[in-house]
């Protein structure tokens, strides 16, 4: 009851100043309107909000357009090895050079894991069409064996220090082979032959004790690959103007070696799913052959 009166007297000295005047007796008789409905004030207002919000969706999605028809997109069709070259080759349209033939093949295997690294190098039967500068580092016997089987630049600690001195401007050659004994000092020129994958590396042949037979092999048509961070492993393998069967012969070569890498350790992919795709192009061509895997192992004669 007190609160009822404490609310009356403050609604009487309230309407002493107001042109309007609320009844005391019907204050104290409902004072629970009063009070729900100035409670329930807030409560009016976010409906009336939330009211006009669904309105206008409603007219949004009436004047929305209909969503899109899904359309099924053809599957992409396969080539035999040799229609795959000769479309390559029709499709080359470079009249500046001839254009580069580019085999990539999509793995099955997990890159960030060393054990599933796929690196490796073959020797092209019909070479690569590209007249190739090999660099020997090499000293005393050795250098004039790289220099008697073809190597354009042969050179020991000087030219090591000429590339140390020079960068990237003193590097007039496009492979290297090396001697083991010259490793210690190319560890100085790293930085600079290696991100243009000039580096000799044991693993792919170029630091050997035969160096006369490393050079012949480069200047033969020896093309190196390894699997990107993607698994997918791209790699020349001729000129547009070749014949159509060296191509083939030079193709099958390429993915015969990739057979004999495919990791076999625990988690390795098996031989169904080793191999996902594989694509053939030329440098400016319009676009590129998605070639058939079967007939590929087929035409290739490489072993699962």
Not at 21 to 28: G, Q
Not at 226 to 238: L, Q, S
Request: proline share 4%; with cysteine; net charge positive.
């Amino acid at each position: 009851m007190s609160l009822r009166r404490s609310l009356a007297a403050f609604v009487r000295r309230a309407s002493s100043s107001s042109s309007s005047c609320v009844s005391t007796a019907a204050l104290e008789e409902k004072p629970q309107t009063v009070l729900s409905g100035t409670i329930g004030f807030g409560r009016l207002a976010r409906g009336a909000r939330g009211a006009s919000t669904r309105a206008a969706l409603d007219i949004e999605s009436a004047n929305a357009p209909e969503p899109p028809t899904r359309i099924e997109m053809e599957r992409r069709p396969t080539h035999g090895l040799l229609d795959a070259v000769r479309w390559v080759k029709a499709n080359a349209k470079s009249e500046r050079f001839v254009e580069s033939v580019e085999l990539a093949v999509h793995l099955g295997v997990d890159p960030k894991r060393s054990d599933m690294i796929v690196r490796g190098a073959v020797r092209l039967p019909n070479g690569t069409g590209k007249t190739v500068r090999v660099a020997a580092f090499a000293e005393g016997e050795s250098a004039e064996a790289a220099r008697a089987a073809g190597a354009s630049v042969v050179g020991g600690a000087e030219l090591v220090d000429a590339i140390k001195e020079g960068g990237s401007g003193a590097i007039d050659f496009d492979k290297a082979v090396a001697t083991p004994g010259m490793m210690s000092k190319l560890k100085e020129v790293a930085r600079v032959l290696g991100p243009r994958g000039l580096m000799p590396n044991p693993k792919v042949g170029t630091v050997t004790t035969e160096i006369a037979e490393a050079v012949r092999e480069q200047l033969g048509g020896r093309v190196e690959f390894r699997a990107e961070k993607n698994a997918i492993v791209h790699t020349m393998v001729g000129k547009v103007n070749f014949e159509d069967e060296q191509l083939v012969e030079n193709i099958s070569a390429v993915y015969r070696e990739l057979w004999a890498l495919r990791p076999k350790g625990k988690g390795a992919p098996n031989a169904s799913k080793y191999v996902k795709k594989a694509f053939l192009s030329s440098t400016m061509g319009r676009g590129s052959a998605r070639l058939d895997v079967n007939d590929l192992m087929d035409v290739s004669g490489a072993t699962r």
